[in-house]
């Protein structure tokens, strides 16, 4: 079965410092979006991407983030200066072209700001 | 008009019993009414979706019941095991495009022998 794969599984990095999430979405997929949960808590939306742009951001995605999708298969979530705040799982998914059926999550980061 | 109220916020069932999670949203918009189950340490995995062109949907074990004058959907799980230990997420949404999902704020069901 088809999979999004997200790496590393787990990072801790200096507060101030700056991390790059990685996931590569089905390949056939050409919707992505990052998530984050807060350990215990909801499911936030961050961001989607189609079409090498930002097709939504919430107001969680400041200034800090950015996203890219710097070949043909992988696309990434950069946080240029962590905040403790960042401490959660990050979750990438992908989703067919005009449907949120099939919307498929990874396994997630575990991100942990010291 | 883009929240999805979830509850309970957590559930202990016996074996064999009926576990039942609520989900309640707002915007009317909304047309695609998926649950996801999450285990510890993975992503949350698409369970059973439903669409309002019907009022229930069941798939095995799992069953959707769906009021859409209350706009409010339910999870019912029969024959509860404990291998449906798990977190269980609602989420509402547009079908026909990607916009974002809206998630609830997650059920952490535990079911014991």
């Known amino acids: 079965e088809p999979e999004v794969t997200q790496t590393p599984s787990h990072q801790v990095t200096q507060m101030g410092q700056e991390v790059i999430l990685r996931c590569v979405p089905i390949s056939n997929h050409l919707y992505f979006y990052w998530y984050r949960q807060i350990l215990g808590q909801k499911v936030e939306f961050l961001v989607s991407?189609?079409?090498?742009?930002?097709?939504?951001k919430s107001e969680i995605f400041d200034d800090q983030f950015s996203v890219e999708r710097p070949d043909g298969s992988n696309f990434t979530l950069k946080i240029r200066s962590t905040k403790l705040e960042d401490s959660a799982m990050y979750f990438c998914?992908?989703?067919?072209?005009?449907?949120?059926?099939?919307?498929?999550f990874g396994s997630g980061t575990r991100l942990t700001v010291v | 008009q883009q929240q999805v109220k979830q509850s309970p916020q957590s559930l202990i069932v016996q074996k064999g019993g009926i576990s039942i999670i609520n989900c309640a949203y707002e915007?009317?918009?909304?047309?695609?009414f998926p649950w996801y189950q999450q285990f510890p340490g993975k992503g949350p995995a698409l369970l059973i979706a439903?669409?309002?062109?019907?009022s229930e949907k069941k798939e095995g074990r799992f069953t959707i019941s769906f009021n859409k004058s209350a706009k409010q959907f339910s999870l019912h799980i029969m024959d509860s095991q404990p291998g449906d230990s798990a977190t269980y997420f609602c989420a509402a949404g547009p079908y026909y495009n990607t916009d974002k999902l809206i998630f609830g704020t997650g059920t952490r069901l535990q079911v014991f022998p």
């Open positions: 991407f189609y079409n090498n742009e930002i097709s939504e």
């Open positions: 998914a992908s989703s067919e072209v005009g449907s949120n059926y099939g919307y498929t």
């Open positions: 915007n009317t918009a909304f047309d695609y």
């Open positions: 439903i669409r309002p062109d019907v």
